[in-house]
């Protein structure tokens, strides 16, 4: 149980015990009962506006992922992909909520205007059962690490779509015979650009300009989808249960914008308007569920077997609309890079920011950044291939990010007398643990087992 201590006039000390960890209640200084807002101490002037946090988290989701959902049918089939997109959303949706509202209820008792996804985790084994209370050092640190692995393996992952764009479109219209990593030592110059911007505010434009070019991909595919007759009759309903792994890694990975979810709601001058009905996570999730499931089922139909790691990459090669869509993803894609690269960089510079004098502070960010992406696009050069990196990426760190720690950090915030009656939010977290350390176990054998074929070939 967390202790609060209120100092007297006369400097005595008298202890008030939180026995309930959801318990907005915290002492003034005079001793008195105090509900404490966090929402109120958020910065009005510098803050984003709802309409552009929406949009943020709209291109956070709204990735190179949307283009490998047909894949990921190609790995369930058509009804369990269907069904298992809908289910893998409202499991990602629902996992983002409670770790909202935890580190939503948890500021309240902290005091403080709001938590990163880390110090949500830390904040939480702080107050926890006292049993765990040496363990919020670890949880932070746990947190931090996974989300820098998981956005610079992701980054890896947009160099090498973008490069596969522009190769399979120069190539064509140029006659050109080039290697993808001619491409990938080509546009990494753009990306390094693009990882300098250090304020999510000035990512706004660059969302904005990617979601629209992401709809009017989104309308060209569509076209290109309906306009022949589809057909249905040779596409299994199942696929197989060996591929399922792979499904629901690539799915994840699709979908999992967890590592930004914080970063923006931290950002917001309301965020009051990020939870609830509405709200800026169910608008943007709703319209993302709907997106993949759309495009996964049709892409699908379409290409059958043959559909590719990006389904742009399907679309008639030299067909000038066709080249369109693949181009403007690729630039959708390049502007997504700064909103990703911005969350491992800030958990980075937060830990070794006091390692360099303060003077020193830029040109310093400028060559930790310039490295960073320099290695990204090394090793997207040595692993070029879309289909088994996308699924070995959602597996190891979504999966565990996503779905598990969200589950952990309410278990213990609410732990033990606020977990529902017959204790269904302890059951429903160790399910939906337990699915995630599957999810990992299978996704990253099937991932490594693709690379290894494919290199062995």
Same mark, same amino acid.
């Given at each position: 149980?967390?202790?609060?201590?209120?100092?007297?006039?006369?400097?005595?000390?008298?202890?008030?015990?939180?026995?309930?960890?959801?318990?907005?209640?915290?002492?003034?200084?005079?001793?008195?009962?105090?509900?404490?807002?966090?929402?109120?101490?958020?910065?009005?002037?510098?803050?984003?506006?709802?309409?552009?946090?929406?949009?943020?988290?709209?291109?956070?989701?709204?990735?190179?992922?949307?283009?490998?959902?047909?894949?990921?049918?190609?790995?369930?089939?058509?009804?369990?992909?269907?069904?298992?997109?809908?289910?893998?959303?409202?499991?990602?949706?629902?996992?983002?909520?409670?770790?909202?509202?935890?580190?939503?209820?948890?500021?309240?008792?902290?005091?403080?205007?709001?938590?990163?996804?880390?110090?949500?985790?830390?904040?939480?084994?702080?107050?926890?059962?006292?049993?765990?209370?040496?363990?919020?050092?670890?949880?932070?640190?746990?947190?931090?690490?996974?989300?820098?692995?998981?956005?610079?393996?992701?980054?890896?992952?947009?160099?090498?779509?973008?490069?596969?764009?522009?190769?399979?479109?120069?190539?064509?219209?140029?006659?050109?015979?080039?290697?993808?990593?001619?491409?990938?030592?080509?546009?990494?110059?753009?990306?390094?650009?693009?990882?300098?911007?250090?304020?999510?505010?000035?990512?706004?434009?660059?969302?904005?300009?990617?979601?629209?070019?992401?709809?009017?991909?989104?309308?060209?595919?569509?076209?290109?989808?309906?306009?022949?007759?589809?057909?249905?009759?040779?596409?299994?309903?199942?696929?197989?249960?060996?591929?399922?792994?792979?499904?629901?890694?690539? %799915?994840? @990975?699709?979908?999992? !914008? /967890?590592? *930004?979810?914080?970063? &923006?709601?931290?950002?917001?001058?309301? #965020?009051?308007?990020?939870?609830?009905?509405?709200?800026?996570?169910?608008?943007?999730?709703?319209?993302?569920?709907?997106?993949?499931?759309?495009?996964?089922?049709?892409?699908?139909?379409?290409?059958?077997?043959?559909?590719?790691?990006?389904?742009?990459?399907?679309?008639?090669?030299?067909?000038?609309?066709?080249?369109?869509?693949?181009?403007?993803?690729?630039?959708?894609?390049?502007?997504?890079?700064?909103?990703?690269?911005?969350?491992?960089?800030?958990?980075?510079?937060?830990?070794?920011?006091?390692?360099?004098?303060?003077?020193?502070?830029?040109?310093?960010?400028?060559?930790?950044?310039?490295?960073?992406?320099?290695?990204?696009?090394?090793?997207?050069?040595?692993?070029?291939?879309?289909?088994?990196?996308?699924?070995?990426?959602?597996? %190891?760190? @979504?999966?565990?990010? !996503? /779905?598990? *720690?969200?589950?952990? &950090?309410?278990?213990?915030?609410?732990? #033990?007398?606020?977990?529902?009656?017959?204790?269904?939010?302890?059951?429903?977290?160790?399910?939906?643990?337990?699915?995630?350390?599957?999810?990992?176990?299978?996704?990253?054998?099937?991932?490594?087992?693709?690379?290894?074929?494919?290199?062995?070939?």
């Amino acid at each position: 149980m967390a202790e609060i201590n209120s100092t007297s006039k006369e400097k005595s000390k008298s202890v008030f015990t939180l026995t309930d960890f959801s318990s907005r209640t915290v002492l003034t200084e005079k001793g008195q009962l105090d509900d404490y807002n966090p929402f109120e101490h958020r910065d009005q002037v510098n803050g984003a506006s709802t309409s552009g946090s929406l949009a943020h988290l709209l291109k956070s989701s709204l990735g190179s992922g949307i283009l490998a959902m047909p894949m990921a049918f190609k790995n369930a089939g058509l009804l369990f992909g269907m069904v298992g997109t809908l289910v893998v959303g409202f499991l990602c949706t629902h996992c983002v909520h409670i770790l909202v509202k935890t580190s939503h209820d948890i500021c309240e008792i902290a005091k403080v205007p709001h938590l990163g996804f880390a110090e949500t985790a830390e904040k939480v084994f702080e107050n926890g059962p006292k049993k765990l209370r040496p363990w919020s050092n670890f949880a932070k640190q746990f947190v931090d690490g996974a989300l820098m692995a998981t956005y610079y393996a992701a980054g890896c992952v947009y160099i090498v779509f973008v490069a596969s764009s522009f190769q399979n479109v120069l190539n064509n219209e140029l006659d050109l015979n080039w290697n993808i990593r001619v491409y990938i030592a080509i546009i990494i110059i753009p990306f390094l650009v693009m990882g300098q911007i250090r304020d999510l505010k000035y990512l706004v434009p660059f969302s904005a300009m990617a979601n629209i070019f992401i709809v009017i991909v989104f309308g060209i595919t569509l076209y290109y989808l309906f306009n022949e007759p589809l057909k249905f009759s040779d596409k299994p309903l199942f696929s197989s249960w060996a591929k399922l792994p792979l499904f629901f890694a690539t %799915v994840i @990975f699709a979908m999992e !914008g /967890i590592g *930004v979810v914080m970063p &923006v709601e931290n950002s917001m001058k309301s #965020p009051q308007h990020f939870l609830g009905c509405p709200g800026v996570l169910n608008t943007a999730m709703i319209t993302v569920v709907t997106l993949y499931a759309v495009i996964g089922f049709l892409g699908y139909v379409k290409y059958g077997d043959q559909v590719l790691g990006s389904i742009t990459l399907n679309l008639d090669d030299g067909a000038w609309l066709a080249d369109t869509a693949k181009l403007l993803m690729a630039i959708s894609i390049l502007f997504t890079f700064g909103l990703q690269f911005y969350v491992p960089n800030e958990i980075l510079w937060r830990k070794i920011s006091h390692k360099f004098p303060e003077e020193k502070h830029n040109i310093a960010q400028i060559l930790l950044r310039t490295g960073i992406i320099l290695l990204s696009g090394g090793i997207s050069a040595a692993i070029p291939d879309l289909e088994p990196f996308i699924g070995l990426v959602g597996a %190891v760190f @979504f999966s565990l990010l !996503g /779905i598990m *720690v969200p589950s952990v &950090v309410q278990t213990v915030f609410l732990w #033990p007398n606020n977990l529902g009656r017959w204790n269904w939010i302890l059951v429903k977290n160790v399910i939906l643990s337990i699915l995630a350390i599957l999810a990992l176990i299978a996704g990253s054998f099937v991932s490594i087992s693709e690379i290894i074929k494919m290199y062995s070939k």
